[in-house]
């Protein structure tokens, strides 16, 4: 099966960036078409949509994320990222990678609609 691994988690004053990680295998040659995502939950609340990108390396941002945030991707080692910069105490969360099942990424961040999740790496943002 499709195995997604977060890391790149860690904590961090309040402004400071991090850059997480999330390796894909199972999925061979197909990776190139897939569209990831990047969400993120704390304890209590709904997942929450931060970005996806889809085969061609369109993006969807959540509202938050203003350009604060980048989704990337690294077609070579099969990795996804999410470049994490100025961030807030209120962007601490657990984050997650998802993939969504196809080469077009849905127009919403919706957590539902993700099939394959990994199993999360903490973002600890310090007031």
């Known amino acids: 099966q499709v195995q997604l691994v977060e890391s790149g988690g860690g904590s961090v004053q309040a402004g400071g960036s991090l850059k997480l990680s999330c390796v894909v295998s199972?999925?061979?040659?197909?990776?190139?078409?897939?569209?990831m995502g990047w969400f993120r939950q704390v304890p209590g609340k709904e997942r929450e949509g931060v970005a996806s990108?889809?085969?061609?390396?369109?993006?969807n941002y959540g509202d938050f994320v203003k350009v604060r945030f980048t989704i990337s991707k690294d077609n070579i080692k099969h990795v996804l990222y999410l470049q994490l910069n100025s961030l807030d105490p209120e962007d601490s969360a657990m984050y997650y990678c998802?993939?969504?099942?196809?080469?077009?990424?849905?127009?919403?961040?919706?957590?539902?609609?993700?099939?394959?999740w990994g199993q999360g790496t903490q973002v600890t943002v310090l007031s």
């Open positions: 998802a993939n969504f099942g196809s080469y077009m990424c849905p127009a919403r961040l919706d957590a539902a609609v993700y099939q394959a």
């Open positions: 199972g999925y061979g040659s197909e990776y190139d078409s897939l569209c």
């Open positions: 990108i889809d085969r061609g390396g369109g993006v």
